[in-house]
């Protein structure tokens, strides 16, 4: 069964750190891969996806990954973040043609001014 | 520019109740999905909806859960004789059109406690 690995369950950063969240899944095939953000109390936002092409994507808020398909790997990454990333980050995959989305259990990022 | 409206935001259950849960998606999306997501743990699919038909259902309990997508109104999540097991918040998302690789808009959750 396809699953998704977020090894990273709380992370605790000063402002201007680099973050990288890591997110490894299991399957074989064709993915594409998201990573959702869920602010306190929102609903889950689209940070950014990849379908194919370019294994770097860039997505909103200035967050980028990159997709290591050898690794089985989409690592999210901001070179500076900021008290109002404090949130929950989600790595998410579909398989295939199927349209559900397999979850990873999400990591919780704290930013301390 | 209205995206996913899931009500009620929080619900409050006794055991042995019924909870309805409701989720009109964005307009313009045909396909509608919910997924439950307990406390400490990642989102998980429950159930994938077309208008008026179930695609696929591999995440539902086999039994008190059941969903619909009717022709006309709003996709309706129902859990019947609710147990305490049941808390949770529950999310539903909407997209446009199926392939894969259409992301899905999610709405605010339902927020079920059980009392």
């Known amino acids: 069964a396809q699953s998704v690995s977020q090894h990273n369950h709380h992370v605790i950063l000063s402002e201007a750190a680099s973050l990288e969240l890591g997110c490894n899944y299991s399957?074989?095939?064709?993915?594409?891969l998201f990573w959702y953000v869920q602010y306190p109390g929102q609903h889950l936002q689209l940070l950014l996806k990849?379908?194919?092409?370019?294994?770097l994507v860039k997505g909103i808020k200035g967050f980028e990954a990159e997709f290591i398909k050898s690794k089985f790997s989409f690592n999210l990454r901001k070179p500076s973040v900021q008290w109002s990333d404090t949130a929950e980050y989600f790595c998410?995959?579909?398989?295939?043609?199927?349209?559900?989305?397999?979850f990873g259990t999400g990591t919780r990022l704290q930013v301390f001014p | 520019n209205a995206g996913v409206m899931q009500n009620p935001r929080h619900l409050v259950r006794r055991r042995g109740q019924e909870a309805r849960l409701r989720c009109s998606p964005v307009?313009?999306?045909?396909?509608v999905y919910w997924y439950r997501q307990l406390p400490e743990e990642g989102l998980k699919f429950m159930v994938y909806?077309?208008?008026?038909?179930?695609?696929?259902e591999s995440g539902m309990p086999k039994e008190r859960f059941s969903a619909e997508f009717p022709k006309e109104g709003p996709s309706i999540l129902r859990i019947q004789q609710v147990v305490r097991g049941d808390s949770a918040a529950y999310f539903c998302?909407?997209?446009?059109?199926?392939?894969?690789?259409?992301?899905?808009?999610f709405g605010d959750g339902t927020r079920l406690s059980i009392l």
């Open positions: 998302a909407s997209s446009r059109q199926v392939g894969g690789n259409q992301p899905q808009h």
């Open positions: 307009k313009g999306h045909s396909h």
């Open positions: 998410a995959v579909n398989v295939g043609n199927t349209d559900k989305l397999i």
């Open positions: 399957y074989g095939g064709t993915v594409n």
């Open positions: 909806l077309q208008k008026e038909n179930i695609i696929d």
């Open positions: 990849y379908f194919s092409g370019d294994p």
